[in-house]
Structures are given as structure tokens and as C-alpha cells.
């Protein structure tokens, strides 16, 4: 499966960016397959890999935050792999011009 | 903490209440606490309780589709517990008419 | 069409019911029917209706905060009204027991 | 502002690119900056130049299907510009290792 997901602590200030470091570098770290982008991070792997991931950013975060909110959007296809790229790729071929 | 749910089985057809019936079954025997609205289900309590519910959830509409999609937004605040009800109640007694 | 969103200054520290309460003013002055829950708020009506609605809460946090996030979540089915408390009335009747 | 989006229509079957592609069609000839990712596409300009690109996207889509689910998601942040790839540049420069 696919999950996209974003964390930000509420209350520790306006810029964001060290917190995302932070679980840039959970992220990094954990062997799972990932993509930054601007509004997030998309991982692959099974539903486990993926959720052990997440909360391990979550449970970073909840060290200097007292509350934290995160967004987390799945796409769960039976028997796929391999699609974090191929995605775009698909649907770009189809384009008509 | 409190987080909102919604799956929906992609490629089953336009009506998705009969899926949605099925959900709700795995979320009312599973003892968490709930509240079911038009665009969602809030669950409450620790990560692994609500995660297991929505895994569940989401175990359950694969037997009968080959892809899933699912949202989740989590709000995590420590140390605070029966927010379900109270997070609206806390809003609006702030209102100033 | 049914649309679900919540709204969150980033920064103004980690209680927000004041902040929702100010969006709540402005979506329960707005004519469009409504139903607050614990995660967000659900609107129906037409997209520049709802659009309209949402724009607004966003400008009254933008003037007392530098950073708001949002999330919006849209179910859009033509023909179709009055689903905002139908929805789940109609996976309740689908249920096993 | 930097918004995230995603487009599904419901009933129309498992494999997706089709739809994705013609939404793909009204992103690049809108003439907002964009990204498209695994699981969305990220767009950066005014509310309502945004706005109008997911709506008419949504509109092509509404052509051949009868239902369908949008989720957005919003950062706005004042006196910002070009972060579409910023961001995850800022968070790099930050993390320790």
C-alpha cells in the first residue's frame, strides 16, 4: 500500500521545518520506501511497515510537543508494487496531449 | 487521542452504504469509543486501539475489493481524555453571540 | 454536495477552541446547513456555497494568526440532497445486527 | 498558499490513471505551479486560482461519473512565496545527520 501523511506540533510556533527534520530523520532511517513532497511524505510497504513508521514520527514529536496533529491518506491495491513512481507515470501516458 | 476515519472501496459502484454497514460493525463490537457523522467516524483512545479498529475496518472491506482508500486525521494532545463530546461544547461556549 | 473541513492557526499556541469558535460564528451565520463533530465541521450545498464558507473562516483566522492549515474533505454525488444526516441512517439499515 | 489535492471518481472501476490523466490535462494548461507525487498533486498560488483549478478539474471529472471524493489540503502561511519546493529543502537543511 501507499500512505501519504503529515505531522505538525500545534503550539511550539510558526516555522515548522525543524520539526520536520525530525521526522525526516525517522523517516530516513527506517528502511521503508519514501518520497518527500511539499505537503508531505508518501511511503510504501505493508500496512504495518508503514503504520510503525508513522507513529515513530509521532511518538518524536510528542518529546517537545504536547500536542500534535497528523493527516494520513491510504491507498491500499491488492497485490501492487513498486507503485510510488510508477503512479504519475501512469496516468501521464494516458494524457492526451 | 481522538481520530477521524473514512474508507471507501474503489471500483464497487456508486453506493457505498452496504460497505460503510460492514465498517461500522467492526467499529461498534470493538468497544472503542465512537461517533459516526456524515463524512467519517471519530474513534477515541490510545494509538494502538484506534489503529487496530481502522486496520480492521479496512481488513474487512479487502475481502470483497481489491482497493481501498482511506483518510485519517489524528488529534493528539496529551494528557486528555472524553474529548469526543467536549471539543465542540469547549468551541462554543467561547462564541461570543 | 457534502464537504468536511477543520481549520487550524499554526503558532498561536495549543488551545484552539477559541480560534474554533470564531470559525464557528462565521459557518452558523452563513445560511449553509452544518453539523459540527469533534474533528471538523460537515456543510452542504453547492461547491461555491461551501467554498464561500470556508474561504471566509480561513480569512477570519488569517487576521490574528500567520500560518493556518486546513483540511477539506469533499463527497460529491450528483442529484443528490439533504445527505448530511441521511448518510449514516442509511449504512445503519444495512447493518447485519 | 500551498494546497494538496487528490480526485477520485467512485464506481468507475479499480484502475484510476485514466481519470487522473484527464485532471492532469486542466492542471498543466491552468498555469499554476504544480507537482504532481504518488498521491496528489501540489499546487502554489492565490485562494482563488487554487480553488479554481481543483473545481474544474472536479467539473471534468463530474462528465463520466456520477459520485465523486475530493480531499484537500491546505498550508497558508502570509507573505510567502515559491515553496513548492522550499519546504522540503528547509527541513533538510535541518536535519543532524
Known amino acids: 500500500m501507499i500512505a501519504e501523511f503529515s505531522i505538525v506540533p500545534i503550539g511550539l510556533g510558526e516555522s515548522l521545518s525543524a520539526h520536520v527534520a525530525r521526522a525526516f530523520e ?4 527506517s528502511g521503508v520506501a ?13 500496512w504495518d511497515e508503514v503504520m510503525d513508521v508513522i507513529k515513530a ?8 510537543s504536547g500536542r500534535v496533529s497528523l493527516s494520513i491518506k491510504i491507498d491500499d491495491r491488492k497485490g501492487t508494487r513498486n507503485r ?8 501521464r501516458r494516458k494524457m492526451q496531449h
Chains 1, 2, 3, 4 share one sequence.
Not at 525517522?26 to 532511517?29: K, L
Not at 519514501?34 to 505493508?46: S, V
Not at 514520527?57 to 517537545?64: A, F, H
Open 26 to 29: 525517522v523517516i530516513e532511517s
Open 34 to 46: 519514501f518520497e518527500h513532497h511539499a505537503m508531505g511524505t508518501n511511503l510504501e510497504g505493508d
Open 57 to 64: 514520527c509521532r511518538d518524536s514529536l510528542l518529546e517537545t
Open 84 to 91: 510510488l513512481e510508477r503512479k504519475v507515470e501512469s496516468a
